[in-house]
């Protein structure tokens, strides 16, 4: 197994680094201020790679994500080992290349009383086992991380921010993070900014009770500003390290949280805020034919886009693609690549649940492609006729062949 996996690696490797000749139209060397605007933003998540050695990340992984024409890797694993963190950052560096660790922007709450009245409450009084934004141990987490890379990237420029995502895994899920909470730190935080005398008030009677005192409108905003002062405190806190760190958030175009807080604080002009969308992962409809789809995730980035076009912040928007969601076949995958990036400021590429031997040569091979196209400027290559068969057709129709392309 491990020399057929060595062996795959040696030919993809050699096929990419002859392809990166092709990149006539990108001027060398890419600085980070160009990553989204002279030079379209291609990133690569990696949950393929990593696996094949136990989630480590290795040289090869850095070096085969460069020769494919992507300019930022993020291992999905290990953001809390900060020694990787550089190491992966010099493997960039040396690969021409920028690195971005992923984290979630959420943290396990323990069933336990110091976690009581400070986990995520939803309206209807429903708690989840993470720490509300409103807690002091969810921003003395985060902040904890976000200013080592900070600090990493004051000396290292190859790292050059950190990406979050705020989709809600924890059980009980009713909504991607974070909206209002009724949690007791910000109630009786608002409270006492009133002077309110609060009844004992059970979790799920508290929105209500709110509204009824006609006191809902201004706990919201209270709650936002609170959430605002934090991550402006933690932007002037990186700033003192590497005023050109970029935050890149997911799921855009955003939660209450991302747009009403973070979209005011943590993007600047050296410092656009980078969006990750995932409504464009794959088709729309598993039957929708290639250039209809393609087509359709245009139109969902422009609309999703009006977000932050319309909050009048600095931003750099990125359509998402997902290899194992309905429809993202390889050459799907690599024309979407074209079409988000002609659309938007670039594209990135969940990157997960492949056979790294029997399936990521044919996806790599597409997704090069792709950066190849966008790197010359051929950002309407989309439109090109399909070349590949389309199995995923005959496979859910139950026929041998579907004779047709799509």
Not at 42 to 69: C, H, L
């Amino acid at each position: 197994m491990c020399v057929l996996r060595n062996l795959v690696l040696t030919v993809l490797v050699v096929f990419f680094l002859l392809i990166r000749f092709a990149y006539a139209g990108e001027a060398q060397p890419v600085t980070p201020d160009m990553l989204g605007k002279s030079v379209k933003l291609r990133i690569v998540v990696d949950k393929v790679m990593q696996p094949t050695n136990d989630w480590v990340t290795e040289e090869w992984m850095v070096e085969t994500s460069a020769a494919a024409g992507f300019n930022v890797y993020s291992p999905r694993i290990k953001h809390d080992r900060l020694d990787e963190v550089k190491c992966v950052a010099r493997r960039c560096a040396t690969h021409g290349i920028f690195h971005m660790p992923w984290m979630r922007g959420s943290l396990p709450a323990p069933d336990e009383p110091a976690a009581d009245g400070k986990r995520v409450t939803w309206g209807n009084g429903a708690e989840q086992p993470l720490w509300s934004p409103n807690s002091d141990e969810f921003w003395e987490w985060l902040t904890r991380y976000v200013l080592a890379y900070a600090r990493i990237a004051s000396k290292d420029p190859h790292l050059v921010g950190v990406f979050l995502d705020f989709e809600n895994y924890a059980p009980g899920n009713q909504g991607n993070l974070y909206s209002i909470s009724y949690d007791d730190v910000i109630l009786k935080r608002f409270a006492e900014s009133r002077e309110l005398l609060l009844p004992d008030l059970p979790n799920g009677a508290r929105k209500q009770w709110l509204e009824e005192q006609r006191l809902h409108d201004d706990f919201e905003d209270f709650q936002i500003a609170f959430w605002r002062a934090k991550c402006r405190g933690l932007r002037a806190a990186v700033d003192e390290y590497a005023p050109g760190f970029r935050f890149c958030i997911y799921p855009a175009p955003g939660t209450p949280f991302m747009v009403q807080a973070i979209y005011q604080e943590w993007a600047t002009a050296s410092a656009p805020l980078i969006l990750g969308d995932p409504s464009t992962y794959g088709r729309p409809s598993r039957f929708m034919q290639q250039e209809e789809a393609l087509k359709a995730n245009r139109r969902k980035l422009l609309d999703n886009m009006r977000a932050p076009e319309e909050a009048g912040i600095a931003y750099l928007y990125a359509g998402g693609i997902d290899p194992i969601v309905r429809g993202a076949d390889p050459e799907f995958c690599g024309k979407n690549a074209v079409v988000l990036s002609e659309t938007g400021h670039g594209y990135w590429v969940f990157y997960e649940q492949l056979d790294y031997e029997k399936q990521h040569p044919e996806y790599w091979r597409w997704l090069t492609w792709a950066n190849e196209t966008i790197a010359a400027g051929r950002l309407d290559a989309w439109k090109e006729p399909r070349e590949s068969p389309v199995t995923w057709l005959s496979e859910s129709l139950g026929l041998a062949h579907a004779g047709e392309t799509g």
